[in-house]
């Protein structure tokens, strides 16, 4: 008796070697993709800086919107009184110290009031913004007379310049004695001025 033999209908076929990549194929792929992953990192250091920028001006309108708030909710006559001639700012004798933010612009209040105050080290590392303050009592304001331009001290408006400063290090800044303002310091200043009027 014969018996038939299984036979298997693809065993008959020639198995062809799979398609795939030569070594050189994927040497070239992996310099291309290299050459595109450098060019991208690049990129990467000024996209950061961007940003920050980006944050500090956000945030630093933030705090200077404050502060021309507080100071045009504040009575005038108050406001010169307490303010004429000095800055709220500064490490001199005689004038009232920086105010301090974090980073999201709160105000940092610090726990000791002396002249300059003391900062704990719980407070340095929440202070990212130092706020400097000069308010003049009297603006300077042009006004043509019958003859010729002139220039005339107008006492029922004040002018507010806020200084604000990225400063996490907490480092001094040079206030200068006649304008009251920082200058030289180590990071970027954002000076902003408004004028504020008597209302009355």
């Known amino acids: 008796m014969d018996t ?13 070697p799979q398609a795939a990549f030569s ?12 050459f595109a992953f ?3 990192l690049g990129l990467i250091p000024t996209g950061l800086n961007d940003s920050r920028q980006a944050i500090d001006a ?7 919107q404050r502060v021309v708030n507080e100071a045009q909710q504040t ?26 933010f974090d980073d999201q612009g709160a105000e940092v209040i610090p726990v000791s009031q002396a002249m300059p105050p003391t900062l704990s080290s719980s407070e340095k590392s929440r202070i990212i913004y ?6 003049m009592a009297a603006t300077v304001t042009p006004y043509t007379d019958s003859v010729q331009p002139v220039e005339a001290s107008n006492t029922n408006l004040a002018t507010i310049t806020v200084q604000i ?12 004695s ?4 920082w200058t030289n310091a180590p990071f970027r200043i954002g000076t902003y001025s408004c004028l504020v009027a008597r209302s009355k």
């Open 165 to 176: 400063v990225n400063n996490p290090g907490n480092q001094d800044l040079n206030l200068d």
């Open 178 to 181: 006649t304008t009251k303002l």
């Open 58 to 64: 956000t945030v630093g309108s933030q705090i200077m």
């Open 38 to 40: 450098i060019s991208v």
């Open 4 to 16: 038939l033999k299984a036979t298997d209908p693809d065993s008959r076929k020639v198995r062809r």
């Open 75 to 100: 009575d005038f006559d108050q406001l010169i009184k307490d303010y004429a001639g000095i800055t709220i700012s500064g490490t001199t004798a005689g004038v009232k110290y920086a105010r301090f």
């Open 23 to 34: 070594l050189v194929e994927v040497t070239i792929a992996i310099g291309i993709v290299a």
């Open 130 to 135: 130092w706020v400097n303050t000069r308010i």
